[in-house]
């Protein structure tokens, strides 16, 4: 059980056309750490953020049809992770992640990709359907420290890649 706020995101949507079935858009801004980090000294502990600050940047579009009861919409976000200093327990091992002793490391979590396309038809002013594909790609990411090899158990299986399907 937990409470709190998450991190916060601001950004700037600058239209780029001015078209009436359809449209362009990009949109730069950031992800600050208003959130809670995770507390290392509290095993079931649930953070609401991730401690450093992100920078994105997003363009996408989409254009209507048949009377706007057909849309079509695409975007792509890229997202920049900068570094930042965490205080993490020391992985004894692969097996076993749970360390005794804690140090500062200094994580850089991956940069992020994210594509996403989506469907929708209107049957009237209150009904519609709509289908979603997202896909998304983390890059592993990187820990700097005196224990290197605490670093590299950190850096492990940290890449992501995903692929979901949304339908509203």
Known sequence: NG?????????????????????????IGANLPTGRVDDPDILQDYGFGDGQTDAFLEFGGGFSLFDRKLSVDSWTRL???????????????????????KTVF?????????????????????????G????????????????EEANRILEKNTEQESHALTAG
Request: hydrophobic share 30%.
């Open 132 to 147: 979603l594909y997202t896909y998304n790609f983390v890059q592993q990411s990187k820990y700097e420290s005196a224990y």
């Open 3 to 27: 409470e709190g706020i998450g991190d916060t995101e601001v950004g700037i949507i600058y239209r780029l056309t001015d078209w009436d079935e359809s449209g362009m858009a990009m949109t």
């Open 79 to 101: 997202t920049y992770q900068f570094a930042a200093e965490k205080t993490l327990r020391i992985p004894e091992n692969e097996e076993y992640q749970l360390g005794s002793e």
């Open 106 to 130: 200094d994580e850089k979590l991956g940069n992020m990709v994210e594509y996403n396309f989506g469907l929708g038809y209107g049957f009237n002013d209150w009904l519609s359907i709509t």
